[in-house]
């Protein structure tokens, strides 16, 4: 696997180790582009079977309607990822302390902050969202162990929702 930009992956990694890349949420992420390129080879697949198909084959045709409908709504995914959302704007978890803090500590990732993992996040995880916290600290031991770039292309072909709790030695 060959790096990508220090920009490139700052949009797809966020300061607290998820992937922005891989959530359904992110524009241009991974399910947003996939669901769009799907979108575009399936184009006039509903109309051709609807024209050409005999009655006692049909019936399908209104299940992939909605497959459809589900794909386009996935392509038009808006997240502009996590470092990207204005600061006041609704992100993956409102009032986020990792998104606020990182930048005013200098660090790109918690996983570079001596402080990792502090009480504050601890804190705010346990209190919002268990299993985002519970990823925090692996994904970013593992950014500690094996670098932000390895860490990503680990990951970036995985489940948004694949923990990585399992796995961590901690
Ligand atoms: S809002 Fe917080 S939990 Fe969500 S991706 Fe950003 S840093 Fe991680
Ligand atoms: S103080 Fe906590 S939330 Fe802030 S960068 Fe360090 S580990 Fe992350």
């Known amino acids: 696997m060959s790096d990508i930009s220090k920009e490139e ?10 992937l922005c890349y891989t959530c359904p949420g992110c524009k241009d992420g991974a399910i947003a582009c996939l669901s769009a390129q799907l979108c575009a080879y399936y184009e006039g697949y509903y109309a051709f079977n609807d024209a050409n198909l005999p009655a006692k084959y049909r019936g399908w045709l209104e299940e992939f309607s909605r497959f459809y409908d589900m794909l ?8 502009p990822t996590c470092r990207q959302q204005p600061e006041d704007s609704r992100s993956c978890i409102p009032g986020c302390v990792v998104r606020a803090c990182h930048a005013k500590k200098g660090v790109d990732f918690c996983a570079d902050c001596e402080e990792f993992p502090c009480a504050a996040a601890k804190d705010f995880f346990a ?11 692996p994904g970013s031991n593992r950014i500690r162990q094996i670098g932000a770039q ?3 292309w680990e990951r970036e072909s995985l489940s948004h929702y694949q923990s990585y709790k399992k796995d961590d030695a901690q």
């Open 9 to 18: 992956l700052l949009r797809r990694v966020a300061p607290c180790s998820l």
């Open 72 to 79: 386009t709504q996935n392509a038009q995914a808006a997240c």
């Open 127 to 137: 209190g919002v969202n268990p299993a985002a916290g519970e990823d925090w600290i």
């Open 150 to 152: 390895a860490y990503y």
